[in-house]
């Protein structure tokens, strides 16, 4: 099986997935990479065993920001062959692109060239922040499944429950979920895993988002009568945290481990291009834009 060609784009405002997705598939320098400007990304690189814990088959081959300097750091860090001067350039060069910016406002002319080319696409979290933005991304889309988009930490291990942790809770009642930072970037780090969790409750019955002097609060009602809440604190370092309430016991799922959820997430769009992994659904994407849009429209 041929390695995947992977191109990279980024970056934008606090976010450092050019290096570490990049790192994740290709390995890092370890001098280069302990001047990334986000600490915590060669914090967390350092305690994995490179290179046994790197994705395998694929490759980040291409690297663009809006900086030619930072453009050329990644690519010292994070091992990326090739440094170009327009986003544009890499295609007929990559067999998929990953959209490593998470500016929502931007996705659109930026994954535009992309998706006309016929290239998979991996659009950082969240897609858009309204879904008429979001449908009008997916409306480029040139076959079924092109367009990939999540927050790595619907992958996250510290969010999954088996049938035992279920059985032991008894029927849900309500999940109350906590992320940090803003709302609009940050808040599908929360819906995303808890929609997993919940499975089929029905449509939403009701969305009522409300505001603090800390950050953002969205209560969302289903028809099943399950309640969940979701919240923003608006701090850098609150921790990411789900509380699951059922009928015979509470249990909390803290998020700890980045790289792990970064590499599975990763490692989905990998084999949904390579046709091994079924394609996501749309519809569950637009439903928690829906959800990420009720909140918003407060901001």
């Known amino acids: 099986m041929n390695e995947l060609r992977l191109g990279i784009i980024g970056l934008s405002e606090g976010n450092g997935h050019p290096y570490s997705w990049s790192a994740i598939f290709n390995g890092f320098d370890p001098q280069e990479m302990s001047r990334c400007p986000f600490p915590a990304i060669p914090d967390y690189l350092t305690r994995q065993n490179f290179p046994d814990d790197a994705i395998a088959g694929a490759r980040v081959t291409h690297v663009w920001t809006q900086d030619r300097a930072i453009s050329e750091h990644i690519s010292r860090a994070s091992l990326v062959r090739n440094v170009v001067d327009r986003c544009e350039d890499m295609i007929g060069r990559v067999d998929a692109i990953l959209l490593a ?28 922040i309204r879904v008429e933005d979001a449908e009008k991304i997916y409306a480029l889309e040139r076959y079924q499944g092109q367009i990939f988009t999540c927050s790595a930490l619907t992958y996250a291990r510290e969010f999954k429950l088996d049938e035992f942790d279920l059985e032991k809770l008894g029927r849900l009642i309500r999940i109350e979920a906590f992320a940090n930072k803003e709302w609009a970037k940050y808040g599908v780090h929360v819906i995303e895993p808890v929609l997993n969790i919940i499975g089929h409750q029905g449509r939403i019955t009701t969305i009522r988002a409300l505001r603090s002097e800390r950050g953002r609060k969205v209560e969302v009602t289903w028809a099943s ?75």
Request: no cysteine; proline share 4%; net charge neutral.
């Open 225 to 299: 009568g399950l309640q969940t809440s979701f919240s923003t604190s608006g701090r850098e370092s609150s921790p990411i945290e789900l509380v699951i309430i059922g009928e015979k016991r509470s249990k909390k799922l803290i998020f700890r481990d980045t790289f792990a959820a970064f590499k599975t997430a990763l490692e989905t769009f990998v084999r949904i291009v390579r046709k091994q992994e079924a394609v996501q659904s749309k519809e569950r994407v637009l439903k928690i834009i829906d959800i990420i849009e009720a909140g918003a429209r407060h901001e």
């Open 101 to 128: 910016r998470d500016d929502a406002e931007n996705h659109y002319a930026m994954s535009a060239p992309f998706i006309d080319a016929g290239l998979p696409i991996y659009i950082d979290k969240p897609l858009a």
